[in-house]
């Protein structure tokens, strides 16, 4: 450290004072509707052509011990036996990922005959075990035939709003569960999460389909299947079974991936869930028995933290209750598990659903409006917005334009920092793959790159220190998301039809942890929610909801070479129109608490 | 970029008229403060604008929550819990200050029932105020009479004319001031400034050689402590030093509300809540003291306002969505 002069200067002028890098001007849109049209047929024309298919030739390893996915001397994960794995509903983990999903939304009439109903619906709840078991012959077979098997499987899962629970088991056993934004429900919390204020806006949670105050489901039944006609046998079964039972159907909603290339992506034409936590535990005491699979050499440090490159690893309890949970002060170890809740309700799960409208075409002339007064294209312009191309190939590691082999590699397409230079990972070997030789990510810590405001990056801020301080606090906040669209997509079409434009689409948002309060609702408002939280920047400019007094404004800082430019959101395109906040139990509590 | 030829008082306060020696003064606080170059890793550096001349690339604001990470992550089954400990002193019901260490600190006032009717957030910092003590102890009693009471006196705010800062009306009695020990402007510089050389590792696991390597990235970063506000200091600063950068805080330094937010929070009869919210000293994006009151025509006070469905019964409620920031800059040498 150089000496300090000590000696005390008189200084009078201020004037040399250091100035910030001013904001540019405001960027002003004219979004003229008939104008944009042609453009917007090119776009989700455009949209809708990739091919991020795995590199040909790799096979992904069938999931089963492997003792050299160990690392000596870290703190031993739980072991999720039989009787555990038979516990843990399915699509919490490992999650049905299934092309076609249906949701029933009941409320109950008559306990007793919903009780009978319970009962009769346990045995057909898919548990953990069944998920896993199907998982890894699926990929056994796959490893053996080099190609997709012809395997399919039907799914269900259930879940119990508070006041179902308190119905079912009585008041004081449901004010156990801790977490009081469950107990208020998603109506209650809806405009804390941004939702608007006033009645008179499409998105007020008085005209959902489901889950306003009027409309507030008791049971959400997920159906998941991989051919859509076992869909519709088992969900009428369900559907059936309950009515005769005294449910009423408040509601139903089908889900399905979008087709085609656009397989994965969501309705703005992005793929979705890229980057999903990894959950420790294991399946088995064998070694290397991982729940989640792990492709980091030991002699590379992050194999601690991260299961793949950017996969981070987080302790079970933050998904299931009970369950060793993330130490807040450190990225790798263990803290004791949660005790605020019913001792039945070990194992189970938080469920977060949202049922969020998609306005495409806004969407994308807004894309086109703000591309073309920045000099870029609406592709450039909204993959800005999200932090990824619509590939899914990461700004950060591809910022001049979409990559589609980088978005297929899933060794890849995640790995990227934003503080730093991202080193690249030492893996394990893995058959027939090269490594990663796509051009790592440069530094980013100002975001002109991937801009704070991004999607990506207001969600999972990654290395990045935060609000809460260090990247150990942003692990407590992760989810894990289960969601899948609805309606026809209209990105992909050739000159969509006024009709089509018009129908209804969005995203099933379904999403499991083990608080709603510091997780969903965390990321929600304080992150996506707030133009200085995390950082600087900005508004989520994709899910992002504010409602200040009735002004929904959003705004963002865009960077420009010259000094970041703010461009006012006017308009939404993500629009909640249902769902509610639900518990997934252990499945045996079905059966001996729920329906007994 | 021309060396900065004085330090401002944080938010440009004109506690005193121009002209006035307090205002050297307090630069030279500053200045001395600082080091002119703190070398850091890579050969990055935390600078004094005044002695070291950069040309400024970039602006960086650090933000981070209001109410203590310290007290909420032991709580994070029971957040109840956690306001209660940031605001009832053992024994008593004034404000437990000593643990509100994100430099923010508040106070909240109850009427006869019981219920919230305001609270005043700070993030004044001690020295500041023993700075205008040493200049003019008038104008400090004037300060205090129109922030806190008029039964405020010269008697009350010194003993054998030395301030105290935990005098009877910045503690027991009212809020001028950050009083908790380390929630001072000279830690805050200290805590930026040291900052720069930031040695590693926590995530290999095994014992790290000697001498220490540079973190690479944040997931190198050694443990720091459980607050929100050092390690956000820490590990932004740390990160632009090993760019390597040249980095220092944004003028006029201080520590600052950045925002509020009350987004869901409605008044009993179910509506959104106005704007309550006064900005005191300091000006937008430079808040230094701010009160959150409800006007007595509305017919309510802040305790029947509900926050996402739940009423308002600890000012941490509030707390929690409240930020706090402090401007960063970094650049390189000429």
Known sequence: ?596 | MALLTRFDTPASLRDLPAGSPFYDNWHDFIDLELAPSTPGTNFGEFYDASDTDVNTLGTHSLVWMAFPRRVLMPHRDDRLAAFVEAERTPGGDIGNRNVQDEYCEWRVERNAAGKITRVTFTTESPEYWEALWAVDRTRVVALYRSLVSPAVVEADLHIGGVYQRRNRWNEADGIVHLMQSINTLRAALGLAEGSAMTPTTQITGVPPPSPLPTAADNYEMPAVANTSVDPRVKYDVAALVRKPLSVTLREPIGLYIAGYDDTGWTKPDGSPVGNYWKIIRGRPGQILRLEYRVPPAAGFVVGDIRIGGRRIEWGGQIAEHVTVTAGGIAGVRP
């Open chain 1, 1 to 596: 450290m150089e000496a300090k002069k000590k000696t005390r200067s008189k200084k009078q002028s201020n004037q040399a004072a250091l100035t910030p890098l001013q904001h540019l001007e405001p960027l002003e849109l004219a979004i003229q509707p008939q104008a944009a049209a042609a453009q917007l047929n090119r776009v989700v024309d455009t949209l809708g052509k990739f091919l991020p298919k795995l590199p040909q030739g790799i096979l992904i390893p069938a999931l089963s011990g492997d003792p050299g996915a160990e690392i000596p001397g870290a703190e031993p994960e739980p072991v999720y036996a039989l009787k555990a794995r038979a516990d843990i509903q399915g699509n919490t983990i490992p999650g049905f990922n299934k092309d076609h999903q249906h949701f029933l939304f009941f409320r109950i009439q008559n306990v007793k005959r919903a009780k009978a109903w319970l009962r009769w619906i346990a045995p057909l709840i898919s548990s953990m075990d069944d998920v896993l078991t199907w998982v890894r012959a699926f990929r056994a077979l796959r490893l053996r035939l080099g190609t997709e098997p012809p395997m399919c499987a039907t799914w269900v899962n259930i879940a119990f709003s508070y006041r179902a629970i308190a119905r079912l088991v009585g008041k004081a056993d449901a004010l156990l569960f801790g977490d009081e934004s469950f107990r208020q429900g998603l109506a209650e919390r809806s405009t804390y999460l941004g939702d608007p204020t006033r009645p008179s806006n499409r998105g007020h949670r008085s005209r959902w389909v489901v889950g306003g105050p009027k409309n507030e489901a008791d049971i959400l039944v997920i159906v998941a299947a991989d051919d859509p006609e076992d869909l519709v046998t088992v969900k009428d079964s369900i559907k059936e079974r309950a009515i005769r039972s005294g449910l009423r159907l408040l509601f139903e909603q089908r889900g399905n991936t979008l087709p085609g290339d656009l397989h994965g992506h969501e309705h703005f034409g992005f793929k979705d869930g890229v980057s999903q936590p990894g959950v420790r535990g294991k399946v088995s005491a064998a070694p290397g028995d991982f729940i989640t699979p792990r492709y980091i050499a030991h002699s590379d440090g992050r194999a601690r933290i991260f299961a793949k490159p950017g996969q981070l690893l987080l302790w079970p309890g933050q998904f299931l209750l009970g369950e060793p949970r993330q130490d807040p002060e450190h990225p790798y170890l263990s803290a004791p598990p949660a005790s605020n809740f019913p001792s039945w309700a070990a194992l189970g799960s938080y469920l977060v659903c949202r049922r969020l409208r998609q306005d495409v075409p806004a969407f994308w002339k807004f894309a086109i409006a703000a591309g073309s007064s920045l000099g870029m294209t609406a592709e450039e312009f909204a993959s800005r917005l999200v932090g990824r191309w619509p590939s899914g190939a990461p700004i950060m590691r591809t910022p001049g334009a979409d990559n589609n082999a980088l978005a297929g590699d899933p060794w890849a397409n995640n790995h990227f920092i934003f503080n730093d230079d991202t080193r690249a990972s030492i893996l394990r070997p893995i058959g027939g793959y090269a490594g990663d030789a796509f051009p790592q990510a440069s530094q980013d810590m100002l975001g002109s790159i991937c801009p704070h405001f991004a999607h990506i990056r207001k969600t999972n801020p990654r290395d990045s220190a935060t609000d809460l301080g260090k990247p150990d606090d942003s692990m407590l906040r992760m989810i894990l998301r289960r969601g899948i669209p609805f309606g026809p997509p209209v990105v992909g079409v050739k000159r969509p039809s006024p009709r089509l434009l018009k129908q209804e689409r969005g995203l099933m948002f379904i999403s499991y942890g083990s608080t709603i309060e510091d997780q969903f609702e965390f990321l929600t408002r304080r992150w996506s929610n707030s133009p200085i939280q995390p950082d600087f920047g900005g508004h989520d400019p994709v899910i992002g909801q504010r409602d200040q007094r009735g002004d929904r404004t959003r705004f963002i800082d865009f960077p420009t070479p010259a000094g970041p430019r703010r461009i006012h959101i006017k308009n939404e395109w993500v629009i909640p129109t249902g769902g509610g906040y639900f518990f997934s139990p252990p499945i045996r509590a079905i059966r001996d608490v729920l329906g007994s």
